[in-house]
């Protein structure tokens, strides 16, 4: 089975620019997370979507917005880009939604934003 | 948030059992204790998770203080291939049942 997939793997920006990032996830699995990982941060929660709606958000700034399809793909965008979004974007699915406490994360790889 | 506090790295020698401690004093009673691992390059995979009891698995052994307070991740035998940073999460509704990562523990195996 595959699993989750997320392009762009690597991309290069500039400051001001915005940027979309895609996910797909395990097929069948209908919630969809995104974590960013910097350095100096370490793995910081984005938001989590399900059934196309919103169900957590992190405390990110309005410019990091997400947004799920229908058929669970999920892209998220990074508006007006600042040189600290340099990091790694991971997106997460899970078979079952939030309300469960003891649902598995399985990760993508990652895409790796580079703002310069 | 329930935080945990982890040592930020320990060493191993390889085919030998690594214990992985992790602190969480403010561990509510619905609160559940997963660990992930990140290995190089790539994104974190589930270990395991518990409540209250000991857990096992292929990968992993969770052993869980009485008082829920701190527990231990055992890696039975660990093998070059367990060279990754181990995270200790809660997870709990009060905060959606988001995963909140620490800084993990970084564990060198060595041959």
């Known amino acids: 089975k595959a699993g989750v997939t997320q392009t762009p793997r690597y991309l290069i920006k500039t400051r001001g620019q915005q940027v979309t990032l895609s996910c797909s996830p395990i097929s069948g699995h209908r919630s969809v997370s995104w974590y960013q990982q910097t350095p100096g941060q370490g793995l910081q929660f984005l938001f989590e979507y399900f059934s196309e709606t919103q169900r957590n958000k992190g405390n990110f700034p309005g410019r990091f917005s997400g947004r799920q399809f229908s058929n669970s793909r999920s892209e998220m965008n990074v508006s007006t880009l600042e040189l600290g979004d340099s990091a790694l974007y991971l997106c997460?699915?899970?078979?079952?939604?939030?309300?469960?406490?003891?649902?598995?994360?399985?990760f993508g790889e990652g895409s790796r934003l580079t703002v310069l | 948030d329930a935080k945990t506090t982890q040592p930020n790295s320990m060493e191993s020698n390889e085919e030998e059992p690594v214990h992985l401690p992790c602190n969480h004093s403010t561990i509510s009673g619905t609160d559940y204790i997963h660990w992930y691992r990140q290995l190089p390059s790539q994104g974190p995979e589930y270990v395991i998770h518990?409540?209250?009891s000991n857990v096992n698995n292929r990968m992993a052994s969770l052993a869980i203080a009485e008082d829920r307070k701190s527990s231990t991740l055992i890696l039975h035998r660990a093998t070059l291939r367990d060279a990754a940073v181990y995270y200790c999460?809660?997870?709990?509704?009060?905060?959606?049942?988001?995963?909140?990562f620490g800084g993990g523990t970084r564990v060198l195996v060595k041959p």
């Open positions: 518990g409540l209250t």
């Open positions: 997460a699915s899970s078979l079952r939604g939030w309300t469960d406490t003891t649902r598995e994360l399985f």
């Open positions: 999460i809660l997870s709990g509704k009060a905060a959606g049942n988001k995963l909140t």
